[in-house]
C-alpha cells in the first residue's frame, strides 16, 4: 500500500489494519476516504486507482472496494503457508523469537515498577505496578530494546525515624549485628512502633532525634537503617521470585546527594533569571508550569523545596530524573505508577522539561493504571479493615488453584494430564503454584491499565474463557498432542504446508497475526492487547481440533497433511508459550 501510494505521488498512512469481521477480509485499509477528503477527489475513485498501482498478487486476493471506500484485502492460503513456512523450524536460529525481528532503533530505556515503601510488607497494591511493569519490560525487551528495570522503594522519611528508634528499644542487639535482623511481619513491626510512636511522648522525640540522625549520615543509625531496608527487601524478594520478577533496587536515599544538586540548579535558575520558571513563592522553591491550577484557579507550582529547607517527593523524583537520563543514558523512561499519582508526574515531567533535565530526545511516560477491587467493588480490604498483604493474596489464589485442578473434569480436560493419582504432592504444589499465580498475572493483565476490576478468584481460575487456566490448558494439550502422535515438536523439521480446511486457514491466518500484535503492545504498551489475541488463538485452535468442524490430526493422511497440520499444532503451542512469556507467565507440559 505505502509502494502504491508513493507511485501515485500521494504522502500519506496506508492505515491498513485487521479488519473487525470476517465478511470484510483479513485487513483493511480507510485511507482512501481519509486521502481522498484532503485531495478533494472521490474516495471510491481514489480506492480503484490505489488498487491499479497495488502489487500484491503474490499476498492477496485482489482487492475489494466496499461502501464509501474501504479497502478489503484477503490474503491467499499460499501467502499464508509460505509465510509461516518461513518461520524457523525446531534447531534453527530465531527459532524462541519465532522470526520476528528486533527493531532497527534500539532505545535504553527504563521501566520504574513495583516500588514499594519499605517501611510495610508489600500489600495488594503493589501487585498491578509490579505484574504490568514486568510485562512492559519483557514486551520492549522483545522488541530489541536494552531495559533497565528500576525498583523506585521508598527507603527514606519520617517513618524511618521511627523504625530505626523502635528497633534501638527492642531489638538492641541490632546495633551490634544488624546483618543479624530477621522481622517475620513487618506489617505488624511497624503498627506496634506506630501504636508506641502516639502514645509515648519519649518515643516520639527519639523517632525525630533519629530523623535528624539518619539525615546527617549518623553511622549507627544509618546501619540500623540499612539493616532494617535490607530484611525489608528481602521480604519484596520474595514474592518477585515468586512472581518471577527480576528487577534492580534503587530507592528514595540512592538520590540524597543528587537531591542537593537539583536544587542547586534551580537555585542557580532563580538567580540568574528573575523572570524564570523557577521562583520563590511564601519561602518555598517552586517550578511554575502553565496549564496547572489549584482549585480557585490560582497557578499551582511544583514544590521543590520546603520553606522548613526540607525535600519531598518532586524533589526526589526530579533527582531520579536527573541520574537516569545523565548517568544511565536512558532516553525513554516509563513509570508504572497508578493513576493516583497522574498529576506528580504530569507536574513533574512539565517541570524536568521545563528547567532543561530532559531534552525532546527523551521521552517520560506515566503508564497510570485503575485500582484493584475487592470482589465486591470496593477498595480491597481484610475483613478487620487491615490492608491485604500480597503474600496472603497470592497463597490463597494458589490455594484455589489447588482445589480448581483437583475437582473431577469432564473427558476432554484430562487431554495433556497426567493420572491425578499419580501425580506427587510435590508435583501437585508446582502445578498449583503455576497456575494460580499465572491466573493473578493473567487477569490483570487482561483488563484495560487505565479501568479498576475486581479481584474474582472464580473468573480468573476459571477453566473457560479469556483465563491463565484456559492458556495454560490449551498449551498443554497441543503439547500431548505430539506425544500421541509419536512426534517430537522439537525436533519438527521444517514442512510445506497445506492450508485447505477453513479451520486450518482460519488458524493460520491468526498465527501469522502474532508480530503484529507484538508490534501494537510494544508500541502502545498495552498488556490486553496481547490477552486478547492469545484468547482469540486459543479459539482458532480449538476450532481446528474440533473433532466435528476442525480437521484430523494424529491419524490424518496423507503424511504430508498430517506433518502440516501437526506443525500448525507446533507453532500454536510455540506461539501461546512466547505469548504467555512476554505476559510473564510460565507453561506447563502437563496440567
Ligand atoms: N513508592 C511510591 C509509592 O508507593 C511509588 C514510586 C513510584 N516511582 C517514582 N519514581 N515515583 O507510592
Known amino acids: 500500500m505505502r509502494d502504491a501510494l508513493t507511485r501515485l505521488g500521494i504522502e500519506g498512512d496506508p492505515l491498513v489494519r485487521a479488519a473487525q469481521e470476517e465478511q470484510f477480509g483479513d485487513y483493511q485499509s480507510n485511507c482512501a476516504m481519509v486521502l481522498a477528503k484532503r485531495l478533494g477527489r472521490k474516495p471510491r475513485e481514489l480506492a480503484v486507482e490505489i488498487i491499479a498501482h497495488l502489487s500484491i498478487a503474490e499476498l492477496c486476493e485482489p482487492p475489494e472496494i466496499a461502501g464509501p471506500g474501504f479497502i478489503n484485502f484477503r490474503i491467499t492460503p499460499a501467502a499464508m503457508a509460505r509465510r509461516l513456512g518461513a518461520i524457523p523450524a525446531a534447531g534453527h536460529a530465531g527459532v524462541e523469537r519465532l522470526g520476528i525481528e528486533r527493531t532497527p532503533r534500539p532505545q535504553r530505556v527504563i521501566v520504574d515498577l513495583s516500588s514499594p515503601n519499605l517501611a510495610k510488607e508489600m500489600h495488594v497494591g503493589h501487585l498491578r505496578s509490579t505484574v504490568i511493569g514486568d ?45 543479624s535482623l530477621i522481622i517475620k511481619d513487618l506489617e505488624a513491626f511497624y503498627v506496634e512502633a506506630k501504636t508506641q510512636f502516639d502514645a509515648d511522648d519519649t518515643f516520639k522525640a527519639q523517632s525525630r532525634e533519629a530523623v535528624v540522625a539518619l539525615q546527617q549520615g549518623d553511622a549507627t543509625t544509618r546501619r540500623i537503617w540499612q539493616a532494617f531496608c535490607e530484611e525489608s527487601l528481602r521480604h519484596c524478594h520474595a514474592l518477585y521470585g515468586r512472581l518471577g520478577v527480576r528487577l534492580v533496587d534503587r530507592g528514595e536515599s540512592y538520590y540524597n546527594e543528587l537531591m542537593q544538586e537539583v536544587v542547586a540548579r534551580l537555585e542557580q535558575r532563580r538567580q540568574d533569571d528573575p523572570n524564570s520558571a523557577v521562583r520563590l513563592s ?3 522553591l517552586c517550578v511554575f508550569l502553565e496549564g496547572f491550577k489549584t482549585r480557585d484557579g490560582q497557578p499551582l507550582p511544583l514544590i521543590v523545596r520546603k520553606s522548613d529547607g526540607g525535600f519531598n517527593y518532586a524533589t526526589s523524583d526530579l533527582a531520579t530524573i536527573l541520574h537516569r537520563v545523565e548517568h544511565l543514558g536512558a532516553t525513554r523512561i516509563i513509570y508504572v505508577v497508578g493513576l493516583s499519582q497522574k498529576q506528580h508526574f504530569e507536574m513533574l515531567f512539565a517541570a524536568a522539561r521545563k528547567v532543561g533535565f530532559v531534552g525532546e530526545e ?21 475483613r478487620e479493615g487491615g490492608t491485604v498483604k500480597l503474600r496472603d493474596l497470592l497463597d490463597e489464589a494458589v490455594e484455589r488453584a489447588r482445589r480448581v485442578l483437583q475437582e473431577p473434569r469432564e473427558e476432554d480436560w484430562s487431554a495433556g494430564r497426567p493420572d491425578r493419582a499419580s501425580l506427587a504432592d510435590a508435583d501437585m504444589q508446582r502445578i498449583a503454584e503455576t497456575v494460580g499465580l499465572a491466573a493473578v498475572k493473567y487477569f490483570d493483565l487482561s483488563h484495560a491499565l487505565g479501568s479498576d476490576y475486581k479481584f474474582d478468584l472464580d473468573t480468573m481460575l476459571s477453566l473457560e474463557g479469556n483465563t491463565a487456566p484456559y492458556m495454560l490448558y490449551a498449551y498443554a494439550r497441543i503439547r500431548s498432542i505430539g506425544r500421541k ?15 485447505e480446511h477453513p479451520a486450518e486457514i482460519g488458524l493460520a491466518k491468526t498465527l501469522l497475526r502474532f508480530a503484529e500484535v507484538v508490534q501494537v503492545a510494544s508500541d ?26 476442525g480437521v484430523r490430526v494424529i491419524d490424518a493422511s496423507p503424511e504430508t497433511i498430517r506433518l502440516s497440520r501437526l506443525r500448525l499444532c507446533d507453532l500454536t503451542a510455540r506461539t501461546l508459550k512466547l505469548g504467555l512469556d512476554l505476559l510473564g507467565i510460565a507453561t506447563l507440559e502437563q496440567m
Request: charged share 25%.
Open 135 to 179: 510485562c512492559i519490560a519483557r514486551v520492549l525487551e522483545f522488541a530489541g530494546h536494552e531495559v533497565l528495570r528500576e525498583n523506585h522503594v521508598g527507603d527514606w522519611g519520617t517513618q524511618f525515624g521511627m523504625l530505626v528508634a523502635y528497633l534501638r528499644r527492642i531489638r538492641p542487639e541490632v546495633e551490634r549485628n544488624p546483618e
Open 282 to 284: 511564601e519561602g518555598a
Open 362 to 382: 527523551v521521552s517520560l511516560h506515566h503508564l497510570g493504571f485503575g485500582n484493584m477491587l475487592s470482589p465486591g467493588g470496593k477498595p480491597f480490604k481484610t
Open 485 to 499: 502422535a509419536g512426534i517430537d515438536f522439537d525436533a519438527l523439521p521444517a514442512t510445506d504446508l497445506v492450508l
Open 524 to 549: 502502545e504498551l498495552k498488556p490486553n492487547v496481547l490477552t486478547d489475541y492469545m484468547y482469540e488463538l486459543s479459539r482458532a485452535f480449538s476450532r481446528f481440533y474440533d473433532k466435528r468442524l
